[in-house]
């Protein structure tokens, strides 16, 4: 591991100034990064520990706002907050399926973004239900859609100085649900092979008003797949409506082959998925 200074900042004045500078680096938890440093992937010449800024550790629940989670609140107590178990399954299920529970302890969920894995699996699910990121840096203060948050693997819309200060999830109506799936070779301590994340709302009549579905593994970012989407919207839900759905989803799959999976695989869990977390999207709210 390459030599670094540390830095605690305790303001976000502070902390944008530090990482404004040269070789610079953001510490949630260093889950991923602190492994990236000793492989030589990255060699910061700073690392800013943010988990000591007030701002960064929100986590709180608003019948009219919603949700708001700091960047630097770990995983495993995001997944203790009632609202997060009782409101926002689909989320909760994607945060405690990252690593194990020491891993959890200390990594925080904005570590989990903006490491910018196509793999993460808190993003398709907050994607999903059509969260926002709340980012501070030199110019102020500035919001932006999660979906178009990631550019690339290991890449975000972050500038110099900035850092990801919250996540926001909007509050939900009745008659909405969500679900969120993935594959792995093994059932925990791995990472998604595909990853799906669904989200519905049901109009008066029953029809399927608003959906959202986000796919994660499968392309450089996570991805809408927004012809699916298209299909459902004002249908009336059914079976055949979801496998339309999960083959219609295909086709915003960008998906590589490796030693964890081949592309035809992957296109086929995509399908498969889609049409699993709709079902059981639709399902929960038609129970809400």
């Known amino acids: 591991m390459n030599a670094f200074t540390y830095h605690r900042p305790a303001t976000l004045a502070e902390a944008v100034q530090l990482l404004a500078g ?22 910061p010449q700073a690392l800013v520990d943010i988990k000591a800024i007030p701002e960064l550790q929100v986590l709180e629940y608003d019948a009219a706002r919603g949700l708001r989670v700091g960047a630097a609140v770990p995983l495993a107590v995001v997944c203790e907050h009632p609202a997060v178990c009782e409101r926002y399954p689909a989320f909760h299920h994607g945060a405690n399926i990252v690593g194990a529970i020491q891993t959890r302890a200390r990594a925080g969920l904005g570590g989990n973004l903006c490491n910018a894995a196509p793999s993460a699996d808190t993003a398709p699910s907050l994607i999903a239900y059509g969260a926002t990121a709340v980012i501070y840096g030199p ?73 959202r579905i986000a796919l994660g593994a499968v392309a450089p970012t ?4 927004t012809s699916a989407e298209q299909a459902v919207v004002s249908q009336t839900p059914g079976d055949a409506l ?29 399908e498969s998925l889609t049409y699993r977390t709709l079902s059981r999207a639709i399902e929960a709210a038609q129970r809400a």
């Open 22 to 43: 040269p070789e610079a680096r953001a510490l949630c938890g260093g889950t991923d990064l602190l492994v990236q440093m000793k492989d030589g992937r990255r060699t």
């Open 222 to 225: 996570p991805v809408r797949a």
């Open 242 to 270: 979801c496998r339309r759905a999960g083959e219609l989803a295909v086709s915003h799959a960008r998906p590589i082959s490796d030693q964890r999976g081949s592309e035809t695989f992957r296109r086929q869990l995509v």
């Open 139 to 211: 110019t102020g203060r500035r919001e932006v859609p999660l979906e178009q948050f990631f550019t690339g693997p290991g890449r975000t819309v972050l500038g110099p100085g900035e850092l990801l200060v919250e996540v926001d999830v909007p509050a939900l109506p009745a008659r909405s649900g969500a679900n969120y799936e993935r594959h792995t070779p093994r059932i925990e301590m791995d990472i998604a092979v595909v990853g799906v994340g669904s989200y519905v709302e049901l109009a008066a009549d029953g029809t399927i008003a608003v959906c």
